[in-house]
């Protein structure tokens, strides 16, 4: 039998399975070396707790963790090899979770897909990040440091909650890198309910987004047509733009006030 270590590990359990000898499985990893990791585990209701052997994985560059309980051993000071990390509806606690990226000082591509409402704020301190994926509440994140972030993806799942301090400036002021830029219908209607619907365009233009797509888009909603505007308004170099109508929409004139408020910008 070949000898070596194991770089790559991929564990998807459907969601009627289970798969008990999980913790034994990831200390055996975590004494093999192993570079890239899945964890695709099937309830959200009871998250498996990760074993403290997780947390000596100290080779990962790659890792995915879906339907897990996240709680660092106290020795533990982060995976400072990480390159890309996919978080899919984890139980971690913001704090937690804003000490677990800071300490990934090389990462590079991020997803977070957390469904259900945050009720603290989420810093995000990660100067080597060029990707972020984001699904959840917008108003509770906060991109404080991200100096080379290119490709941003949000998709709000809270924009009924209340904005608070929450301002288009504050969050868009970071973002000198920024090239690709995906918002979905529920992201432009928050922006649009903390105010973006009533200037004509940002204090300051994002001179480097070239491509904008935005997608389930209600033109119905005149609120969302509007706050879509005033963004496009603050893009002067925009080369790209795509606009995915969602399906039980069928309000097209409104696409005549996107293009007419276009023109005059």
């Known amino acids: 039998m070949a000898e070596g270590p194991i770089t790559k590990f991929t564990l998807r359990v459907p969601g009627s399975g289970s798969c008990p000898e999980i913790a034994d499985l990831i200390y055996f990893l975590s004494q093999n070396g192993v570079q890239h990791l899945v964890l695709r585990l099937p309830s959200k209701h009871n998250p498996y707790n ?4 997780f947390f000596t994985c100290l080779q990962l560059r790659h890792l995915t963790l879906k339907n897990c309980l996240i709680i660092p051993t106290p020795a533990f000071k982060g995976f400072d090899r990480l390159i890309s990390l996919e978080l899919c509806d984890v139980k971690i606690s913001s704090k937690l979770l804003e000490c677990f990226i800071s300490h990934c000082l090389l ?45 941003l993806s949000l998709k709000d799942g809270g924009y009924f909650h209340r ?46 987004v070239r491509c904008l797509y935005l997608s389930d888009f209600c033109l119905g909603e005149l ?13 002067p170099c925009l080369q790209y733009m795509e606009i ?22």
């Open 50 to 53: 990760l074993p403290s052997s």
């Open 107 to 151: 990462l590079e591509q991020l997803v977070l897909k957390i469904s259900g409402v945050l009720i603290d704020d989420i810093e995000i301190s990660a100067p080597m990040l060029r990707s972020f994926d984001y699904t959840c509440n917008i108003r509770f994140v906060y991109l404080k440091n991200v100096p080379r972030l290119a490709n």
């Open 163 to 208: 904005a608070g301090t929450f301002t288009l400036a504050k969050f868009f002021e970071s973002f000198f890198a920024l090239e690709h830029l995906h918002l979905d219908n529920d992201s432009v209607k928050f922006f649009a309910g903390v105010g973006g619907a009533v200037l004509k365009r940002l204090l300051f233009d994002l001179n480097c």
């Open 223 to 235: 609120e969302v047509t509007l706050c879509a505007l005033f963004l496009i308004r603050s893009f």
């Open 244 to 265: 995915e109508v969602d399906d039980g929409d069928n309000n097209i004139p409104a696409l005549e006030c996107l293009e007419a408020s276009s023109r005059m910008s």
